[in-house]
């Protein structure tokens, strides 16, 4: 059996579970996701605890067990506490700023590079300008999204400038001043 796939999910209050065949709708306090299983997974709910179970012990069904089990458990948390990734921005005169709800990063290029937020996602500037946080109920999205703002200017190994997720380490690099 998969160690993930058979933990069961507890569905918290305040949390509704829709199950229309393959298809799974969620709702909570923070909003609604609607997700589409593969058909030969089963899903269950039972007095307030989703389970997934699966017909067989294929290859292909045991992968999709543990991967279903997660995107359910992801689905249920997303909609009571939601996600959030937070960026750090690295280097003299980088800065983030909030117009509206878009986001204004100055990373130095000869342009500012402007983030507006898809629906579901929201940005916050904190930090005095250093630090950005990506929230949302979708954990998928919420990754993604933080990775497009990363990809803008990637931390780079010589002066560690550019933009990190919060708590990554950037391996050095000494320079040309090294070789001696």
Request: aromatic residues 4%.
């Amino acid at each position: 059996m998969s160690r993930i796939g058979k933990a069961p999910i507890r569905v918290p209050n305040g949390v509704k579970v829709e199950l229309k065949g393959s298809t799974v709708v969620v709702s909570g306090p923070k909003g609604t996701l609607t997700q589409v299983f593969h058909p030969d997974m089963v899903i269950e709910l039972n007095e307030g605890v989703l389970t997934v179970q699966r017909p067989t012990d294929s290859r292909q069904h045991r992968s999709l067990h543990g991967l279903t089990r997660a995107l359910l458990n992801n689905m249920v948390l997303g909609v009571s506490e939601g996600f959030s990734k937070t960026l750090e921005i690295e280097g003299v005169g980088y800065r983030a700023e909030m117009d509206g709800k878009t986001l204004v990063l100055n990373v130095g290029y000869s342009h500012p590079v402007r983030f507006d937020p898809p629906e579901g996602i929201q940005f916050a500037v904190e930090d005095r300008n250093k630090k950005v946080i990506v929230s949302g109920i979708d954990k998928q999205l919420v990754g993604e999204i933080a990775a497009k703002i990363r990809k803008t200017r990637p931390p780079e190994p010589y002066k560690g400038k550019g933009i990190r997720y919060a708590g990554e380490v950037i391996r050095r690099k000494a320079g040309k001043a090294g070789k001696v």
